[in-house]
């Protein structure tokens, strides 16, 4: 599945527009890159649009299937980092004068109380 979407100059709307198919996607910029007037988009869950040229400030194509695995990646990347600071905190000899600190003493971090 690809989502295309479509950013408008000087506005902060955008429109999108969803494709089974890579190739959808890619006559969507196939038809910007041709246009100098119009440019027609018609996606496959029947959304239609007719823009004028000059008002289309950049076009977006997301490869959802990769966005879902960047977004599992981006999530194990925070939790290596997570834990990585959870283990320089436990040996850290000035954080050690405040006694355990996050799950490093067991207790769930929101089962912690601050005194």
């Given at each position: 599945?690809?989502?295309v979407?479509?950013?408008?100059?000087?506005?902060?709307?955008?429109?999108?527009?969803?494709?089974?198919?890579?190739?959808?996607?890619?006559?969507?910029?196939?038809?910007?890159?041709?246009?100098?007037?119009?440019?027609?988009?018609?996606?496959?869950?029947?959304?239609?649009?007719?823009?004028?040229?000059?008002?289309?400030?950049?076009?977006?194509?997301?490869?959802?299937?990769?966005?879902?695995?960047?977004?599992?990646?981006?999530?194990i990347?925070?939790?290596?980092?997570?834990?990585?600071?959870?283990t320089?905190?436990?040996?850290?000899?000035?954080?050690?004068?405040?006694?355990?600190?996050?799950?490093?003493?067991?207790?769930?971090?929101?089962?912690?109380?601050?005194?």
């Amino acid at each position: 599945m690809f989502n295309v979407i479509v950013a408008f100059k000087n506005s902060e709307r955008n429109w999108q527009f969803l494709f089974k198919e890579q190739s959808g996607a890619s006559n969507v910029i196939k038809a910007y890159m041709e246009a100098t007037a119009l440019v027609s988009i018609t996606d496959d869950f029947g959304v239609s649009a007719l823009i004028p040229f000059d008002d289309i400030g950049g076009i977006v194509v997301d490869d959802m299937t990769k966005s879902v695995d960047a977004g599992v990646e981006r999530g194990i990347q925070q939790m290596r980092g997570q834990a990585k600071t959870e283990t320089k905190m436990k040996n850290d000899p000035a954080l050690k004068l405040f006694g355990p600190v996050g799950p490093m003493n067991g207790a769930p971090m929101q089962q912690r109380r601050p005194f």
